[in-house]
């Protein structure tokens, strides 16, 4: 979910709001997340749901490449949320 929120255009500290249960933050959280960031460059050397091929996109193409993966593995459809196709196809990726 954080990665389709960056992949949409939010930034990383919206992403956390919405999915982290954790209140407490550092002082840079408000500028940036950095378990994002871990995350999409994990997923940038293709170790994260075996998503290959993009050692050459920036950071939110990363994001906007797995969150296709993903969705494509959860059975999107013409009209789905991809957000929730993307969680899904997470699950089975898994």
């Known amino acids: 979910m954080a990665l389709s929120v ?3 255009g939010g930034t990383s500290s919206e992403a956390r709001r919405l999915v982290s249960p954790e209140r407490v933050q550092g002082a840079s959280a408000h500028e ?7 995350w999409i ?4 050397r293709g170790a994260m749901f075996a998503v290959g091929g993009l050692a050459a996109f920036p950071r939110r193409g990363v994001a906007e490449q797995v969150v296709l993966a993903l969705a494509a593995r959860g059975g999107r459809q013409l009209g789905d949320d991809l957000t929730a196709s993307a969680f899904a196809g ?5």
């Open 6 to 8: 960056y992949a949409r």
């Open 32 to 38: 940036r997340w950095a378990t994002l960031t871990r």
């Open 41 to 44: 460059e994990v997923a940038r």
């Open 90 to 94: 997470a699950a089975i990726a898994a």
